[in-house]
């Protein structure tokens, strides 16, 4: 025990109590307002951080939680959002798709892709939006200092994160956008959200202004940690190459991107610009979008 107490340093006990101050400067009360990411798993979730570093930041009296919610249970923990008066829902899976069926309005985004990833309660009715694309598209924009409309883009994957960059890129006016995916099947679908996205094999992203991977490729905990998601070959330097991928910062794909002088642009602003979206459109404030990247900037 002895030796215990000796690793308590000045500077961690001082740290301990900013924490300690932090954490009372709002204390939970009768006007405290909920929100909540709901999925399975949950518990690893960011959402909280993210969410609750906001909160502080603008002096609201909110609280977010992770809630493990299991499949098929989606729609009570509507019903729940309704009966506690939960202001805000964020959706990760395996809810996205059922969600969309139940809630009482979609807007644009979730209506295209059938999929809900943020609700928001007015009342006693829920609406539901799909916010990871244009969460993307506004950390792309605020990284490169301009906007995107007529850009050339290609995608890297055909899942649901590349389905919602696909929509949210064509809405942000694109030029055009393809679609180049392991399997054929998966491209054509997700290419038929756009009438200006079509199928291409990996050499076409040579000739795009944007290259972005979707995929898990890249990821340290993914399918192929070590492989660059795009064949060096095709990238050039006057590319500029995103990663939804932020676990590592720096992935396989970045790394030869930026070795041969691309503008790279990492994983990490689409997770806070996705979660600054749901807090404005639930509290009707600006996002405090430094605290929220401070909330994650070590995950
Ligand atoms: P998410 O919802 O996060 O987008 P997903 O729906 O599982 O996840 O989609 C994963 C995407 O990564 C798919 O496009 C998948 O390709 P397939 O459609 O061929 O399955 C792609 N992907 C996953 N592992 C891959 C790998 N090792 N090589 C290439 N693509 C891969």
């Known amino acids: 025990m002895g030796s215990m107490k000796q690793c308590w340093s000045v500077s961690s006990v001082t740290s301990v109590v900013a924490d300690l101050i932090s954490a009372f400067a709002s204390p939970i009360s ?9 999925g399975d798993p949950v518990r690893h979730s960011l959402s909280p951080q993210i969410h609750n570093a906001a909160y502080q930041a603008n002096g609201l009296d909110w609280r977010f939680l992770a809630l493990p919610v299991a499949a098929g249970r989606a729609p009570a923990a509507l019903d729940a959002m309704r009966a506690l008066s939960i202001e805000g829902f964020s959706v990760t899976m395996p809810h996205k798709e059922v969600v969309a069926g139940h809630v009482d309005e979609l807007m644009p985004a979730a209506a295209a892709l059938a999929s809900v990833n943020c609700v928001r309660r007015e009342g006693d009715r829920l609406i539901g939006d799909s916010t ?4 993307f598209v506004r950390a792309l924009e605020s990284d490169i200092g301009r906007s995107i409309a007529d850009a050339s883009v290609a995608i890297v994957g055909a899942g649901g994160a590349a389905r919602s960059i696909i929509d949210a890129v064509a809405r942000a006016g694109a030029s055009r956008i393809v679609v180049v995916n392991r399997t054929q099947g998966a491209a054509e679908r997700a290419a038929a959200l756009s009438p200006i996205a079509s199928v291409g094999a990996a050499a076409q992203v040579v000739d795009v202004d944007i290259i972005v991977n979707t995929t898990s ?6 399918p192929a940690p070590d492989t660059s998601a795009v064949a060096p070959e095709f990238l050039r330097g006057e590319h500029i190459v995103a ?3 932020y676990q590592p910062r720096r992935t396989p794909l970045l790394q030869v991107a930026a070795d041969i002088g691309a503008h790279t642009v990492g994983g990490l602003g689409m997770l806070v610009h996705q979660a600054a979206v749901a807090f404005e459109w639930w509290t009707g404030q600006p996002a405090p979008l430094d605290a929220m990247t401070a909330a994650v900037a070590t995950a």
């Open 132 to 135: 990871d694309g244009i969460g």
């Open 30 to 38: 009768g006007e405290t307002r909920l929100a909540a990411v709901i």
């Open 243 to 245: 990663d939804i991928v």
């Open 217 to 222: 490729v890249g990821m340290a905990s993914g």
